[in-house]
């Protein structure tokens, strides 16, 4: 018989059929996840802290040596040491997964506030090889200061804040924080 003269053959998936399908889809997607290390809760991804009942776990986040610990007026010099950035505040703070804001003040080697430049932060997470859905906003408020907005860290680990200072008729400076995030 000729394939067109053959009868459609209608084949209709059993709920249980479609129920296992998901689940064996599901049950990839979270072994994918963990052999990746991209999660956004628990596992290595740099989660902890202290528990809901107040005590404290021991954690990827508390060992590891590259963090900065975060304190109101945290500096970091550029490069060639032209700029310093200084992280005054940070709400919440420390930094937490989710949404953060900062106020920045860069300042030049003799100290002197520099207004008139372009501030970028560019989060990043080093162990995971990618950066954040949302891109910060940055206002300048005069004196040095800026303002920074939208610094979204959807989930634990280790972020680097990449800081990029971009004056007329200069080549861009950049400094780094690096900042652990709990789950």
Do not use: E
Request: net charge neutral; aromatic share 4%.
């Amino acid at each position: 018989m000729p394939p067109s003269a053959r009868p459609a053959l209608r084949y209709a998936p059993s709920a249980n059929a479609v129920i296992a399908v998901i689940a064996a889809i599901a049950a990839f997607g979270a072994v994918a996840s963990a052999a990746l290390g991209c999660s956004s809760s628990g596992g290595d991804g740099g989660t902890g802290g202290t528990s809901g009942a107040g005590t404290t776990t021991s954690t990827a986040c508390s060992a590891d040596n590259r963090k900065d610990i975060y304190t109101a007026g945290l500096a970091k010099q550029t490069a060639t040491r032209a700029l310093s950035i200084k992280l005054m505040d940070a709400m919440p703070a420390p930094p937490q997964k989710q949404s953060n804001a900062l106020i920045l003040q860069v300042v030049d080697a003799a100290g002197m506030p520099v207004d008139g430049a372009t501030v970028s932060v560019t989060p990043f997470m080093p162990d995971h090889g990618h950066g954040s859905s949302v891109k910060p906003t940055v206002t300048a408020k005069g004196g040095g200061l800026y303002d920074v907005a939208n610094v979204y860290l959807p989930m634990p680990g280790l972020w680097r804040l990449t800081v990029t200072v971009q004056m007329p008729n200069v080549a861009a400076q950049d400094a780094a924080f690096q900042f652990c995030i709990d789950g």
